[in-house]
């Protein structure tokens, strides 16, 4: 089974310009995550999707994230203007519903983005 | 106080040692526990996914959870160099992993 994919690995922007990141997940899983890991930390929830619409985006700061995902599977994150502390590992991740539809199977991770805005 | 607190170390270990990785939590609707491993520039992987308190092994890792404590571990066995990484507990509500909350993580290093 194929990981989640996410490209690039690495992105340096100057503070003010924007950035986009692309994720593509495990084939057939419904439900995709955004998160944000900034050094020495744990991932922090940026925004779920289930299928294309969105289940949670309070954690993601609106005025300047954008996310979408089209057809329920690719997803990309956009940051615009970039600020220095967006500065981070921005990861994907997926998973499945199970037969009842509360339930997530547990997340799949891909690499993550490294940005580094300066 | 926030929700999850979780030593960042490091921790450094002879190969071969025990090794205890330690969570707690605030929010006692917690239900579901999990245990991740962090290669250095790679995503975090599932190590060991438990619902409620209680024990479950696999291999050489055992986790445990302590709801009235409000705790929980994870516990690696005859530990190898291969085993260096960062291990993230998270947590969650419910079953759908909405939201899934993680500690800092804590870098462990194994010396041969």
């Known amino acids: 089974e194929a990981g989640v994919a996410q490209s690039p690995r690495y992105k340096i922007i100057e503070k003010r310009q924007s950035v986009a990141f692309w994720c593509n997940p495990i084939?057939?899983?419904?439900?995709l995550y955004w998160y944000q890991q900034i050094l020495g930390q744990g991932p922090k929830l940026l925004i779920q999707?289930?299928?294309?619409?969105?289940?949670?985006d309070s954690q993601l700061p609106k005025d300047r994230f954008s996310a979408e995902r089209l057809k329920g599977v690719d997803s990309t994150l956009k940051i615009q203007p970039a600020k220095l502390e967006d500065s981070a590992v921005y990861l994907c991740?997926?998973?499945?519903?199970?037969?009842?539809?509360?339930?997530?199977?547990?997340?799949?991770f891909g690499n993550g983005t490294r940005l580094t805005v300066t | 106080q926030k929700e999850v607190e979780q030593d960042p170390g490091p921790l450094s270990v002879p190969e071969g040692a025990i090794v205890s990785l330690n969570c707690t939590y605030s929010n006692s609707a917690f239900q579901y526990f999990m245990w991740y491993r962090q290669y250095s520039r790679k995503g975090p992987e599932l190590l060991m996914y438990t619902y409620s308190s209680g024990n479950k092994e696999d291999g050489r890792f055992t986790a445990q959870v302590d709801k009235s404590s409000k705790y929980i571990s994870l516990f690696i066995r005859d530990s190898q160099p291969s085993d260096s990484a960062t291990y993230l507990c998270a947590m969650s509500r419910n079953s759908g992993n909405t939201p899934l909350v993680f500690g800092k993580g804590t870098r462990l290093s194994v010396i041969a």
């Open positions: 999707f289930q299928n294309n619409g969105v289940v949670d």
């Open positions: 991740a997926s998973s499945s519903i199970g037969t009842d539809s509360s339930y997530n199977s547990p997340l799949h």
């Open positions: 084939s057939g899983h419904a439900t």
